[in-house]
């Protein structure tokens, strides 16, 4: 099964220079070309697609390698805290779904911005955040990058251009597109990625946005992470038309193998001089995700684990990446098991950093709700009375 796995991802994204690898080891800091191309042709709406030979190198291939198995370590140390009970509330993990953080970022910079729905964590580590900042705010602690006061669904990090992290269903779309007017209005040459799911591809306030946008050219790119459930509801129940790509109608679109890293990194080089130029286009990410909508979900009451194996074992970005790495002769298999053990030290220590940071001040409750000067609050030597000031 392990060879039949290999042939079939090595076939899906063949290497186009494997004459290189095939003759002499490269550097794994080395910043050679190499030419790959995307796994499947992309599927376009009123534009031409770009192509599907992709530049890489070494140097980006291990770099890809590390930054998904260490989202994937965090996200599955995650689970495990979830389950520990050091994690409340909701929890929704992104492992599968990797190869849309990454190649994103490899193709923008951090003053592009990025805002997202509540399946987050993986998209704020892209932004440059820290697994402590992450862990931390999971479980509720005063290192965490909203403070403790977000938990999962409201990860930020404005200074890296990622606005959040957002609970409300679809609600994140109108404000990336109000990101990309700021943008628009300071004649800034910078675009922003407006992510939602395909059980949020439905709501009106995205049409809206979108209709917005489109009249005023806006450099908003809208990343539809189409991962085939809307929480336990197939996405063929619940739209009429599922092709997410050919929503906008007027706005251009195209699909995009979310689980193929370059392919990502294509698409969102190519929508970023689109959205510049002519305004808002859709990419639509055909993407999986592992574990269920959130943790409370098992994610096996809907689709078969034979179709989750299925995913796995014929397009799991990290997978695939490997693959590529092997095939081009980087690494070896011992070398990139041993980046696996060091992302696990690496997490652990993070998780163990994170649990000795204190959790907030009750007094918080009452902060960062109102103007500084306004609102409720908490004085007195116990913080116990309250004092409200209103405009």
Not at 20 to 37: G, K
Not at 142 to 170: A, L, P, Q, T, W
């Amino acid at each position: 099964m392990a060879l039949s796995t290999s042939r079939a991802i090595n076939h899906i994204m063949k290497p186009l220079s494997a004459a290189v690898c095939a003759t002499r080891r490269l550097s794994s800091d080395s910043t050679a070309t190499i030419t790959v191309e995307t796994s499947l042709p992309f599927t376009s709406h009123n534009v031409d697609p770009p192509s599907r030979s992709v530049e890489t190198s070494p140097k980006e291939l291990m770099t890809f390698f590390k930054d998904m198995t260490e989202m994937r370590r965090m996200e599955i140390a995650a689970d495990s805290l979830y389950k520990a009970k050091l994690i409340r509330g909701f929890c929704h993990l992104y492992d599968g779904q990797e190869a849309v953080a990454v190649g994103m970022e490899a193709a923008i910079t951090k003053k592009d911005c990025i805002i997202t729905a509540y399946r987050d964590h993986c998209i704020f580590l892209g932004r440059g955040g820290t697994l402590v900042e992450s862990f931390a705010e999971l479980m509720g602690r005063r290192d965490g990058c909203s403070r403790g006061k977000g938990g999962s669904m409201h990860f930020y990090k404005k200074e890296n251009g990622f606005y959040g992290g957002h609970g409300i269903v679809g609600a994140q779309v109108p404000l990336g597109i109000g990101l990309a007017f700021a943008q628009k209005y300071k004649k800034e040459d910078y675009v922003t990625f407006a992510m939602y799911g395909d059980g949020a591809a439905n709501q009106g306030q995205l049409f809206e946005a979108l209709n917005m946008a489109a009249l005023w050219d806006l450099p908003a790119i809208l990343v539809c992470e189409n991962n085939h459930y809307g929480m336990g509801t197939a996405e063929w129940r619940a739209a009429k038309s599922p092709a997410y790509y050919k929503r906008g109608d007027y706005v251009p679109g195209l699909r995009v193998d979310g689980m193929d890293v370059f392919a990502v990194k294509q698409a969102c080089a190519f929508a970023k001089q689109h959205a510049l130029k002519n305004g808002p286009i859709i990419l639509e990410m055909d993407t999986y995700r592992y574990h269920g909508h959130s943790m409370s979900d098992p994610g096996s009451t809907y689709r078969t684990r034979d179709e989750i194996s299925g995913v796995r074992q014929e397009r799991d970005p990290v997978e695939r990446i490997r693959s590529l790495i092997l095939a081009h002769n980087i690494a070896t298999e011992a070398e990139l098991k041993d980046i696996e053990k060091e992302n696990r030290k690496v997490v652990d220590e993070a998780i163990a950093k994170a649990k000795e940071s204190p959790m907030p001040d009750p007094s918080e409750l009452f902060t960062n709700v109102y103007v500084k000067g306004f609102g409720v609050e908490a004085y007195g030597a116990d913080r116990k009375e309250l004092r409200a000031t209103l405009p």
